[in-house]
């Protein structure tokens, strides 16, 4: 991702006139951002791994800080 506005969004535009679909992600755990192109399928499934993928890291986090709580007990 660029820091630009502009040039974001001209990715976005030249990715839409080629028929492809975006994504823009932020990882919580890095503070990273991503913003990809690709088939629109693609980019679908990609989405759905994300969100499982961040479901999936928060479980983690209530986990492991109910872990932390029951060993200060």
Do not use: C, V
Not at 3 to 22: C, S, V, Y
Not at 44 to 63: N, P
């Amino acid at each position: 991702m660029h820091d630009n506005l502009q040039e974001n969004q001209g990715f976005i535009d030249d990715a839409k006139a080629r028929g492809l679909d975006t994504l823009a992600y932020h990882d919580r755990k890095s503070q990273g951002f991503m913003l990809i192109a690709g088939h629109p399928e693609s980019i679908r499934i990609l989405g759905e791994i994300l969100d499982d993928y961040e479901t999936m890291w928060g479980m983690a986090e209530e986990i492991m800080g109910a872990k932390g709580e029951s060993e200060h007990a």
